[in-house]
């Protein structure tokens, strides 16, 4: 199959994308348990955000217009977080005209007060305070609802709560939030040669390490996992698994068996059970990769090698399963580094080298983790990021600038 058959990456992506319905059922839970979890709906504010004018300080409130430097006001009371001007009973609420109150920081600015004055700014001798500088209305105040307006929408549907939203949700008194179920995904690995570890090898036996990188990957996603084991490429008990994760899953992610070798059977399987779209990519590692359904149950691909099978599950069925799960799908964060070292490349596909990236005082600079080999897992593991070579590139010399993408949530 000559070059101009392979798809390119954007295209699959795309294709993948407008295909794949996003889940609908929801489910509702306390925000403690909401981590990770999807927004089926979105956030609208119940509330301010502060909920009162407060002070940013600690100093004096009073009104501006009472103050010119050198003034001073007598002492009314004090303001303290959680404890407003008045609470104790002893003064009124309001801050008269004349007076200033002893303000702490996020205490409510008393009513008739305007601005704050910082206590650097003040000298106190008993009840009568002199002020240095003379205010501006509204200094050092945070105004009721400055940060958040009542009604406003403070997260869309399809955001993925992280450890950003949680406090957020928590300062508008929301305690439980209604999210979209978890995805249920089967994986399997196929192969006569893949043994499980734990087990000694016979020769020409190696391990299965693409379920455990698949795993951990789809542990991260925090979808449930039907992992159904090593299967040989036997088209009886591979059938037996894809009726199963047919029933059973809103998604099967294979490895191995994809290429167009004598013992696999994954694609005739397909074509029996579902439908299936066996795909040539223009990337590098991980040609070989096939996207279908089982009916209601989308089927992805990957290839056997292992660097391969972790780079399209990071490039295709990370962002696949994030829009199946509802998720906003948003493209992964590409800077531009120096290429440390002269790197391979021959035009015709887009690489998805394995860099370590890392800052120095000229700025980011990159290089290589050595051989590219898509069998290569130390390629991987001592990576940090992606050095991404346009299609059409060839070699690299050192220095040229080339594009790196951080590893992100998946692979840190
Ligand atoms: P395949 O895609 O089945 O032709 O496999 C391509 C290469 O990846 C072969 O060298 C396989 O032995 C290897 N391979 C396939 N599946 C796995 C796996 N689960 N773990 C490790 N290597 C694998
Ligand atoms: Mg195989």
Redesign the pocket.
């Known amino acids: 199959m000559g070059q101009s058959a392979l798809r390119p990456l954007d295209e699959a992506l795309h294709e993948m994308l407008t295909t794949l319905p996003a889940l609908t059922d929801t489910l509702t839970l306390p925000i403690e348990q909401a981590l990770g979890r999807v927004l089926a709906v979105p956030i609208i504010s119940p509330m301010d955000v502060p909920p009162f004018d407060n002070s940013a300080m600690d100093g004096y409130a009073l009104r501006s217009a009472d103050v010119v430097a050198g003034d001073s006001l007598l002492l009314q009371g004090r303001a303290l977080a959680g404890h407003p001007l008045g609470c104790e009973g002893a003064y009124g609420s309001v801050c008269e005209a004349g007076h200033c109150v002893r303000i702490m920081t996020g205490a409510a600015l008393p009513e008739g007060a305007d601005c704050v004055i910082m206590q650097e700014e003040a000298q106190a001798d008993g009840n009568r305070i002199t002020f240095t500088t003379k205010p501006a209305t509204g200094q050092h105040v945070r105004r009721r609802g400055e940060d958040i307006a009542r009604g406003a929408e403070v997260l869309a549907a399809g955001t993925r709560l992280t450890p950003r939203e949680l406090p957020l949700l928590a300062s508008l008194g929301i305690a439980r939030v209604q999210v979209l179920r978890p995805l249920r995904v089967a994986l399997l690995?196929?192969?006569d040669?893949?043994k499980p570890v734990g087990t000694p090898l016979a020769h020409g036996e190696?391990?299965?390490?693409?379920?455990y990188g698949v795993r951990a990957m789809l542990e991260r996603l925090q979808v449930e996992i039907l992992d159904l084991g090593?299967i040989p490429d036997d088209p009886e008990q591979l059938r037996a698994a894809f009726l199963r994760a047919r029933r059973e899953a809103d998604a099967l992610i294979t490895?191995?068996?994809?290429?167009v070798?004598e013992?696999?059977y994954t694609k005739q399987l397909l074509e029996e059970l579902g439908e299936i779209g066996f795909w040539k990519l223009a990337i590098k590692p991980g040609k070989?990769f096939a996207f279908g359904r089982l009916e209601q149950t989308w089927f992805f691909g990957l290839?056997?090698?292992?660097v391969?099978?972790m780079v399209t599950f990071d490039q295709l069925v990370r962002p696949a399963l994030a829009r199946l799960a509802g998720e906003t799908v948003r493209p992964p964060l590409r800077l531009t580094a120096t290429a440390a070292e002269g790197l391979k490349k021959a035009p015709g596909r887009l690489d998805f080298q394995r860099g370590i990236l890392e800052s120095t005082p000229t700025g980011l600079v990159v290089r290589s983790t050595g051989s590219q080999d898509s069998?290569v897992f130390s390629s991987l593991s001592r990576a940090n990021c992606y050095i991404v070579l346009e299609r059409e590139r060839g070699q690299v010399a050192a220095g040229e600038p080339v594009t790196v993408e951080p590893f992100g949530s998946l692979l840190q």
Not at 206 to 211: A, F, L
């Open positions: 690995s196929t192969g040669e893949l190696i391990y299965d390490s693409n379920r090593i490895s191995g068996g994809v290429s070798g013992a696999d070989p290839p056997g090698n292992p391969s099978a069998g």
